[in-house]
């Protein structure tokens, strides 16, 4: 008979670990929303045939939260990547439990 014993390693992270999940979240958040914006902005100079400072204006946030017209947001862009989902899971651990100085990841 064979006995496989299976370690499952978690890793911590510290509140500053979050922080610095949470910037790399961003960053490759930003990487994956850059290209889509430079078309979007593209698009509208070619279609509508208006300058391209107006558009870069309006799609300066592309990509982020936003409102909905009947209430509520509209989530943001790539927060589905795993380094945003840990750092998510990050974030609301520590709002929740705000004495506590690590948390560890599932």
């Known amino acids: 008979m064979i006995i496989l014993s299976g370690t499952v390693f978690a890793e911590e992270i510290t509140r500053d670990g979050a922080l610095e999940l949470m910037?790399?979240?961003q960053k490759q958040r930003e990487e994956n929303i850059a290209p889509l914006r430079d078309q979007a902005i593209e698009d509208c100079v070619t279609k509508q045939?208006?300058?391209r400072e107006?558009?870069?204006r309006f799609n300066r946030t592309f990509g982020?939260?936003?409102p909905r017209a009947?209430?509520?947001?509209?989530?943001?862009?790539?927060?589905?990547?795993?380094?945003?989902?840990q750092a998510v899971a990050a974030?609301?651990?520590f709002?929740?439990?705000p004495s506590r100085r690590v948390y560890t990841l599932p």
């Open 95 to 97: 709002r929740m439990n």
């Open 64 to 66: 982020n939260a936003r």
């Open 54 to 56: 107006h558009y870069e």
């Open 49 to 51: 045939r208006r300058d």
């Open 91 to 93: 974030e609301r651990y």
């Open 70 to 85: 009947g209430g509520g947001m509209i989530r943001g862009m790539f927060w589905e990547l795993p380094v945003c989902e």
């Open 23 to 25: 910037e790399e979240c």
